[in-house]
Each structure stands twice: as C-alpha cells, then as structure tokens.
C-alpha cells in the first residue's frame, strides 16, 4: 500500500460540486426572503 501524501489528491470535482451547491443555497436563500417580503406586502 502506498503512503499517503498531503495535498496530492485531485479535488477538481470535489470543488467543482461544493461552488454549485454554495450558489445554489444562496439563490433559494434570496429568492425564499423576497416571495416571504412579497407574501407580507400583500397581506399587509
């Protein structure tokens, strides 16, 4: 079994996955605050 070495692997997808998911978070976060303001103008 080969030794393991720090910082050799290849995490391109890994990244990659992680970015859309911290975009995507962010999007549904934005547009979940907006349809909530929406909800409260109209109900107001």
């Known amino acids: ?21 911290i975009k995507f978070m962010t999007r549904s976060a934005i547009v979940i605050v907006l349809l909530l303001l929406f909800i409260a103008l109209v109900n107001a």
């Open 1 to 21: 079994m080969s030794e393991h070495k720090h910082g050799e692997m290849n995490i391109f997808v890994q990244e990659k996955t992680f970015e859309g998911f």
